[in-house]
């Protein structure tokens, strides 16, 4: 195979890979560049090695997809070389069948490969929307805002976090696999939501804490010298939590992604930051990241509106590039770095 030839068939694996392994929509995979291949070679390597960077990918034998998304991408595998080669692959099939065979279960699993080589596992439900709220899946906003901090560790080396609206954990797991925090409270107030993401947590190899529910039980000024920061999960609704539990935590930096789905929200978000600001008298204010998609400008626009009113200076973080992880489609994303 000629170099460009190796390097273009090296880049279709890898497109392939990330997106199997995050589990992104099967149009989304480069099709058209796979027939093109196929058309070329002359025999079926490069679908066995794509084989072996999906379905049979270390990470998706031990945290395997929904049965229903690897049955359809091995059906339009199998129809993309039957378009191509007249002979049957038995080893297609036979993935196949494994897997026509497996159980499903209203949870699955995604990955997300991290520059380090190491990896995000993250086991998620299946439905957009489950146990009324959007919690339990992964969003753009959400990969976005660890891309960013991926690429400016400096931002959270060595530093208290604290995580506004978790989710499913994936920012989280990203910045203490890749940044170094000294501590990481991840925080969420749907009980489905953090029952799922303490278990995100302990999939990822992280030591997980007593849950922070009292000031008592603070994460700031510590000793710990671990390479893994210490991580907690708190139950926090916006709504009601109260400056000493926020004062408890002491964060050097408040993040939060894919939190402004709603005007109520947008308030209820403003709300609490008010409260963190508040519990900074005689000390240094924390740094503050929103990133959200903009999926209704007039909701962006309440929210910085309502940080003006609340006197909480802002600004756009400079745009990068959305080239790490697969999105799940290309839209309009931003972060917000605050002044609290």
């Known amino acids: 195979m000629a170099p460009d030839e190796s390097v273009e068939a090296a880049r279709l694996l890898r497109s392939f890979e990330r997106r199997f392994l995050a589990a992104r929509a099967l149009r989304s995979f480069p099709w058209q560049s796979l027939e093109e291949k196929l058309r070329d070679a002359s025999g079926p390597e490069l679908l066995l090695d794509i084989l072996q960077k999906t379905v049979k990918h270390p990470l998706c034998v031990k945290h395997p997809p929904s049965g229903k998304y690897a049955r359809g991408f091995l059906s339009e595998l199998i129809r993309k070389h039957e378009a191509v080669h007249a002979e049957p692959l038995d080893e297609l099939y036979e993935a196949l069948a494994e897997v026509l065979t497996a159980e499903e279960c209203p949870q699955c699993h995604r990955s997300y490969l991290l520059p380090s080589g190491d990896s995000v596992t993250l086991s998620e439900s299946t ?57 990481y409270i991840f925080s969420d107030c749907h009980s489905h939501v953090l029952e799922q993401l303490r278990g995100n947590i302990l999939l990822n190899g992280l030591s997980l804490e007593p849950d922070v529910t009292a000031p008592a039980q603070h994460p700031g000024h510590n000793t710990h010298d671990s390479e893994s920061p210490r991580v907690m999960v708190a139950r926090l609704d916006w709504d009601n939590v109260m ?98």
């Open 127 to 183: 439905a957009i929307i489950s146990h009324g709220t959007t919690g339990l899946v992964t969003w753009n906003a959400a990969l976005y805002l660890a891309e960013w901090a991926i690429e400016n560790p400096a931002a959270f080396t060595h530093r208290t976090v604290l995580e506004l609206g978790s989710g499913a954990g994936l920012t989280g797991l990203a910045i203490c696999k890749t940044c170094h925090p000294r501590a």
């Open 243 to 340: 400056v000493p539990q926020l004062a408890a935590f002491q964060p050097d930096v408040v993040i939060a992604a894919d939190v402004l789905y709603s005007p109520e929200t947008v308030l209820s978000l403003v709300g609490v930051l008010q409260r963190l600001s508040a519990c900074q008298k005689g000390q240094r204010a924390p740094d503050a990241y929103i990133a959200f998609t903009v999926r209704n400008p007039e909701t962006c626009q309440l929210f910085t509106a309502e940080l003006g009113r609340a006197g909480i200076p802002w600004e756009t973080a400079p745009h990068h590039d959305q080239k790490l992880f697969p999105y799940e489609e290309q839209s309009e994303t931003a972060i917000l770095k605050l002044t609290l």
